[in-house]
């Protein structure tokens, strides 16, 4: 993935560097669209305004995700990251909207483009760069298991595919001489980017709701749970959710009521470590129970 170890590659020195892309890139799409006067490169440089926007409030919500757990957030900070999923997407789509209105005037009023070889040469070293910065922040993300690093990714991913888009269309421009392809390519841009705004926005709001754990993670769970089970023991009512970096599963435990609190509570606390220890970032609850005893949740009082 990269000469230096992802795990040195942490999320705020990614977001970091993400910034100085962005601040580049914008520099390079800005003065491809200067010297070319094309409205697809403007909504390109438009874009990548917003990837420094963004690269900067995740920077944040990272930096408050690594805060230790307090007394006012007992389980930690680490939810603020999917601020910054929601917040790029908001932005994503306001960008869109700002690309639709700018290309919906030139579409009525075609203008020539210029130094067509200088703007596409710029628009393509602004995308190797975004191309090659998003490789290694899927890899860290993944690594870190980082929601926020993940979302900025993506969206440069978006970023290059929008630039490829744009390449394709102003050198269709220079080729064919039909003007009003400069704006078409804006506005589809626009929609590209609308999609993927939307979609972030989706994840971050499922990520607040305590969505559940990954299936893999669940099924490597279960594994761990099996290894445990005993016709003495058994578990039931496992429940998952993810909190950023963090993935907490709850659980009942039964075995014999004849059973030593001290030795329950000895294969409760191998139960919990098998389980952090086989799913990186899980914080495991363990409540126990007699075998003969079951627990009720679905009590109408507890609906009220």
Do not use: C
């Not at 932005?91 to 075609?110: E, K, N, Q, S, T």
């Not at 929609?191 to 705004?197: D, Y």
């Not at 959710?241 to 993935?247: D, L, M």
Request: glycine letters at 6%; proline letters at 4%.
């Amino acid at each position: 993935m990269s000469f230096i170890p992802l795990r040195f590659l942490t999320p705020p020195r990614l977001l970091w560097g993400s910034v100085a892309v962005a601040i580049i890139t914008i520099t390079l799409k800005t003065w491809a669209w200067y010297i070319t006067d094309s409205v697809g490169l403007l909504s390109d440089a438009m874009e990548s305004l917003v990837n420094l926007a963004s690269a900067i409030f995740a920077l944040l919500m990272v930096t408050i995700a690594q805060r230790p757990a307090d007394e006012e957030h007992p389980y930690g900070h680490h939810k603020a990251e999917y601020f910054s999923s929601g917040f790029e997407g908001v932005l994503i789509i306001a960008a869109a909207m700002g690309i639709v209105w700018a290309a919906g005037h030139r579409l009525f009023d075609p203008q020539p483009i210029q130094a067509v070889g200088w703007g596409l040469a710029l628009s393509v070293i602004s995308s190797a760069l975004n191309g090659l910065l998003a490789w290694v922040m899927f890899g860290a993300a993944k690594t870190h298991r980082s929601i926020a690093l993940d979302a900025d990714a993506r969206h440069l991913v978006t970023d290059v595919w929008t630039s490829v888009g744009v390449v394709i269309g102003i050198a269709a421009v220079a080729l064919t001489d039909w003007l009003w392809l400069d704006p078409v390519v804006a506005i589809g841009v626009a929609i590209n980017i609308l999609w993927e705004g939307a979609h972030l926005m989706w994840r971050s709001s499922q990520g607040l709701m305590d969505e559940a754990v990954e299936p893999d993670v669940l099924r490597q769970i279960q594994k761990t749970l099996d290894e445990f089970a005993h016709p003495t023991i058994r578990f039931d009512h496992v429940t998952t959710r993810r909190s950023g970096q963090r993935r907490f599963v709850d659980l009942h435990m039964h075995m014999p009521a004849s059973w030593s609190l001290g030795r329950a509570a000895a294969v409760r606390t191998s139960v919990e470590q098998a389980l952090m220890s086989a799913v990186p970032g899980l914080r495991a609850t363990i409540q126990l129970l007699p075998s003969d005893v079951e627990a009720h949740f679905d009590d109408a009082r507890d609906l009220l």
